[in-house]
């Protein structure tokens, strides 16, 4: 036989079936989900977006376009403002493309339209670079 003591249904104490009010259902915050957007959402979004548009920038067309033209012109100020300028208009296209298209079409839809337009333009690009630097054939000087 054993000494352990064992226990009585009938002992005193919140236990984790005697606590839980199952009179209403749970709120989404208790789910795990939340009511109201986070007061920090609006920072996440605008650091996951200044990042990875950042990154994405570093090397790219605009920025050798914006070096070139701030060492020709010798006016560097004026061409960050225009160049700055410019990046925003075309953001701003995006953002305003990219709000309408999240309203007529599926999420799901939309990440692969998105995705077939990268590869799209990957392989455009590439073609054009390969076209660029095969050899061209001599041609005969016009009649």
């Known amino acids: 036989m054993s000494s352990a003591p064992q226990p009585t249904p009938a002992e005193p104490g919140p236990t984790a079936e005697t606590s839980a009010d199952t009179s ?6 208790a789910a795990g989900g ?8 609006w920072l996440v979004a605008f650091i996951t977006t200044f990042t990875t548009v950042f990154l994405a920038e570093l090397g790219d067309k605009t920025q050798l376009a914006a070096l070139l033209l701030s060492a ?4 560097p100020l004026l061409v960050f403002l225009g160049a ?3 990046l925003i208009c ?3 296209v995006g953002v ?6 999240a309203r007529v079409m599926p999420a799901q ?3 692969r339209l998105a995705g077939g337009l990268m590869v799209a333009l990957g392989l455009w690009l590439g073609r054009q670079a390969v076209l660029n ?9 016009p009649a």
């Open 109 to 111: 839809q939309l990440e």
């Open 34 to 41: 939340s009511e109201a957007p986070a007061p920090r959402g």
């Open 84 to 86: 700055s300028l410019a």
């Open 24 to 29: 209403a259902p749970p709120s989404p915050a």
């Open 96 to 101: 305003l493309l990219g709000r309408w298209l």
């Open 72 to 75: 020709q012109s010798g006016r």
């Open 90 to 92: 075309s953001s701003l």
């Open 133 to 141: 630097l095969a050899p061209m054939p001599d041609l005969p000087p």
